[in-house]
């Protein structure tokens, strides 16, 4: 019993070892700034936590909550400038039937175009705000998790480091040893 303890503490060492080195050798590129921020002490506690296999599973939930968000809100946008195109291609055909002067026709085709412009700039600033409630949410669930790095931030640096964490972990998910411990 006392040897299948000790080889299985010594698999769980050789994983984390192996997490250690990659996330050093993933680290090594990044700026200085980041450095500060993805400390070797902080890399050695996401190795740590990596040993769960959790942190993979949850990784992987949030990037394909992630792709199907950005799927809907590519949808959305579509949808509008499909609309658009519409619209203004109904208004053409209006105006080649209309009597009215050229200057306004004109002035009913910027009208319209600035309308266009206006609702895709909303439509940008939603969406914008939804990303940015998603990241919110992400960094959440990863905090709750305890996973190190981990926090609800807007400062850019901060969600910039947490980015190449998040980078690190999706390499390393696919670098996971057989070996179950």
């Known amino acids: ?8 503490q010594e698999a769980l060492q050789r994983k984390l070892d192996l997490y250690l080195n990659e996330l050093r050798l993933l680290a090594k590129p990044l700026s200085a700034e980041l450095r500060q921020k993805i400390s070797d002490e902080l890399l050695a506690r996401l190795a740590l936590s990596l040993l769960n296999e959790t942190v993979f599973a949850i990784v992987n939930g949030l990037m394909e909550i992630q792709h199907v968000t950005e799927s809907q809100l590519e949808q959305q946008r579509m949808a509008l400038t499909k609309q658009h195109r519409f619209e203004k291609s109904r208004l053409a055909e209006a105006l080649k039937k209309s009597s009215e002067s050229s200057e306004i026709k004109k002035r009913r085709t910027d009208e ?24 919110a949410d992400q960094q959440c669930t990863l905090e709750l998790a305890g996973v190190p790095g981990f926090f609800v931030t807007t400062n850019p640096v901060d969600v910039q480091a947490q980015m190449h ?9 696919v670098l996971k040893p057989n070996s179950t411990v």
């Open 165 to 173: 964490l998040l980078d690190f972990i999706i390499q390393l998910s």
């Open 112 to 135: 319209l175009e600035r309308s266009h412009t206006e609702a895709l700039k909303e439509l940008d600033i939603s969406i914008l705000g939804q990303f940015d409630h998603k990241v």
């Open 1 to 8: 019993m006392e040897e299948s303890t000790n080889a299985d």
